[in-house]
């Protein structure tokens, strides 16, 4: 399954709508992880074929969304995205939390296996 790109109104009907709800509780019943990026970003560009990677390596386990900052301005605020690439990871059943920065393959896997897969 590889990444998907993902609108605001998407993101408000499939994972969370932070309009019309107070306390977090994904919709998904995978873990996810986003990637905040823009198609100018070096680091987003050199993150992206990893990610594709991860996305074949937990298919079925984990759904890998990306979402461009220039087309979903509103989606980036809300998630206060200052730096990209930006990754928020979403857990079933925790609260989501944001890492900014392009990291290897292992620290992905590392940040999966720990947080969303455990």
Known sequence: MPTTLITTEE???KIFDYVNEKDWKSKSSLPIL???????CAPCRMVAPILEELA???KDK???YKVNTESEP??????????IPSFLFIPVEKDP?????AFPKNVFREIIDEHLLS
């Not at 986003?34 to 100018?40: H, I, K, L, N, S």
């Not at 509103?74 to 730096?83: R, T």
């Not at 939390?97 to 920065?101: S, V």
């Open 34 to 40: 986003v990637d905040f990026y823009a198609d100018w």
């Open 56 to 58: 074949e390596i937990y």
């Open 97 to 101: 939390f944001i890492q900014p920065g």
């Open 62 to 64: 984990v759904v890998i």
């Open 74 to 83: 509103e989606l980036a605020a809300v998630f206060g995205i200052q730096s």
């Open 11 to 13: 993101f408000k009907s």
